[in-house]
């Protein structure tokens, strides 16, 4: 029984380029939720999808990402033209319903 | 704006002590979550509680909320060195159930 898988495990970009992080929830999940940890902090909302469809953004910076959901395959996470203080954790939680989000391991991305 | 606060944010302890972890939170909420995160890894969710007086234990660890003071405790009972982790508790956003807050985490070192 699969958890919430999430690729890569470890990213490394330079400013400027593109970061492209994969969700894939728990079978059967249909709820995605990503969040970011910045070091020594507790994570931070930033967007809540269903298939095809964002739910709540609230938390996504204005520029640079964007999140999908798409109606086959996995969720994406895609942060634009990279700086320094994109340099976190992104986690990637999903949900039966709006119930307990099981969180996957982690995509630790790096800017260098 | 939802503020979730745990205390102590560090914690160090000698095997065979207990002591507890507090989270106090500002608004109404539905539902409290205590995750555990060890170094590198992904959150391990521990306990769900749903409404006032709730108690749940697993082992060494037993959970309770108070939603008329907004507050739950995590208790630790006699650590063991197996318990070193970062717990984090994480709130509801009254009216979304979704969207959870998170506190800084408390980083526990238990001692042999």
């Known amino acids: 029984n699969a958890g919430v898988m999430q690729n890569p495990r470890h990213l490394v970009r330079r400013r400027g380029q593109e970061a492209r992080l994969r969700c894939s929830p728990m079978k059967g999940h249909s709820h995605v939720y990503w969040y970011r940890q910045l070091p020594e902090e507790g994570l931070k909302f930033m967007v809540y999808?269903?298939?095809?469809?964002?739910?709540?953004e609230s938390g996504m910076p204005k520029e640079r990402f964007s999140a999908e959901f798409p109606k086959e395959g996995p969720s994406i996470l895609r942060i634009q033209q990279v700086v320094r203080g994109d340099s976190a954790a992104y986690f990637c939680a999903s949900s039966l319903d709006e119930g307990t989000q099981y969180f996957g391991p982690g995509t630790r991305l790096t800017v260098l | 704006e939802l503020k979730v606060e745990q205390n102590p944010l560090f914690l160090s302890m000698q095997e065979g002590k207990n002591y507890t972890i507090y989270c106090n939170y500002s608004?109404?909420?539905?539902?409290l979550y205590w995750y555990r995160q060890d170094p590198g890894k992904s959150l391990e969710s521990l306990f769900v509680l749903l409404s006032n007086g709730a108690v749940k234990q697993e082992g060494r660890l037993m959970a309770s909320l108070d939603t008329k003071a907004r507050l739950s405790t995590l208790h630790i009972t006699a650590a063991v060195h197996d318990l070193s982790a970062t717990y984090f508790c994480a709130v509801d956003s009254g009216g979304s159930n979704y969207k959870l807050t998170f506190g800084k985490g408390t980083l526990l070192t238990v001692n042999p």
């Open positions: 999808l269903q298939k095809e469809n964002i739910i709540d």
């Open positions: 608004t109404t909420s539905d539902r």
